[in-house]
């Protein structure tokens, strides 16, 4: 058995044309989603992430305004300022603050100041608390690609077991919770697991996500088991990896994602959808 590739680029194209028609039918109405990206410092990687957003969303119509600030001359007190200011203004319908943020600034005092109808990233603990209640505004974007591609590669949750490695709150918990209201029998492992690859060979589902490379590995997979891999690691070569042996696994599973290629493009593309979710709102 050779798993079938879940393309991750070909299904994020399919949800910015999406957003793209709901963008134009909120102009239409007289409305431009727009999102507020603030960005401290100049880590390498956070700059190549903001300007990507940036590009995806001019791609789809929304707006953004951008607001580059430097790492010395910014404190907490300032920055909750500004995410004030954005809080209150009618016309940004999306507030995303880049992370990590520089060390001497309170990065969980700044995300609680987002106003939770807002917060796009949805990691704010009003808009997690209403994932668990089963009554989401805003789904974090990784957990809500990983959705769709099992969406799109044609594999329903219901009553199957689905394994979760890793337990942030970024991906690993929400994640499970979307599992569970798809009605799928959900665990989650973690770092105090004692036999991972047991767990792995009994699931259906298998949600990587814990940022090291080749964890799980090949002959641990279920035959037939669906495969999401959202690691993202560089190895000595330089080369991008998952944190599931690829070559391994897909010689066992159903349906599995590439590294590159498959969850990380889902990412932005979820974002988008939420910045014109929130504009929906305020179409009305």
């Given at each position: ?12 194209a ?5 957003v793209?028609?709901?963008v134009?039918a909120c102009?239409?109405k007289?409305?431009t989603p ?9 880590d390498p990687?956070s700059?190549?992430?903001?300007r990507?957003k ?9 707006a ?30 999306g507030?995303?603050v ?12 700044v ?20 994932l ?26 219901a ?38 690859a047991?767990e ?16 799980v590995?090949g002959?641990?997979?279920?035959p ?17 990896a ?24 889902m ?6 959808a ?11």
């Amino acid at each position: 058995m050779t798993a079938a590739l879940i393309d991750g680029k070909a299904v994020s194209a399919q949800v910015l044309e999406e957003v793209r028609q709901r963008v134009a039918a909120c102009v239409a109405k007289g409305v431009t989603p727009t999102l507020a990206v603030v960005l401290v410092g100049d880590d390498p990687a956070s700059q190549i992430y903001v300007r990507n957003k940036g590009r995806r969303a001019a791609e789809v119509g929304i707006a953004t305004r951008d607001h580059r600030l430097g790492a010395k001359e910014t404190t907490t007190e300032s920055l909750l300022e500004l995410v004030a200011q954005l809080d209150a203004d009618p016309e940004v319908d999306g507030i995303l603050v880049q992370l990590p943020l520089p060390g001497h600034i309170d990065a969980d005092a700044v995300l609680l100041a987002i106003d939770p109808a807002k917060d796009v990233d949805g990691f704010h603990p009003d808009n997690l608390g209403r994932l668990v209640l089963g009554k989401p505004r805003f789904v974090p974007c990784t957990p809500a690609g990983c959705m769709r591609l099992l969406q799109e590669a044609g594999v329903d949750p219901a009553g199957k077991r689905a394994l979760v490695i890793g337990r942030s709150t970024i991906v690993g918990k929400p994640m499970a919770h979307l599992l569970l209201a798809a009605n799928a029998t959900v665990t989650i492992a973690h770092s105090r697991t004692t036999n991972l690859a047991e767990e792995v060979s009994r699931a259906d589902i298998v949600v990587a996500a814990v940022g090291r490379a080749h964890l799980v590995r090949g002959e641990w997979i279920k035959p037939g088991a669906a495969v999401i891999d959202v690691g993202m690691n560089r190895l000595d070569t330089g080369k991008l990896a998952g944190d599931v042996d690829f070559e391994g696994a897909r010689q066992r599973a159903g349906a599995i994602t590439p590294v590159p290629g498959g969850v990380g493009p889902m990412t932005i593309a979820g974002l988008m959808a939420n910045v014109v979710r929130s504009a929906e709102s305020r179409v009305g």
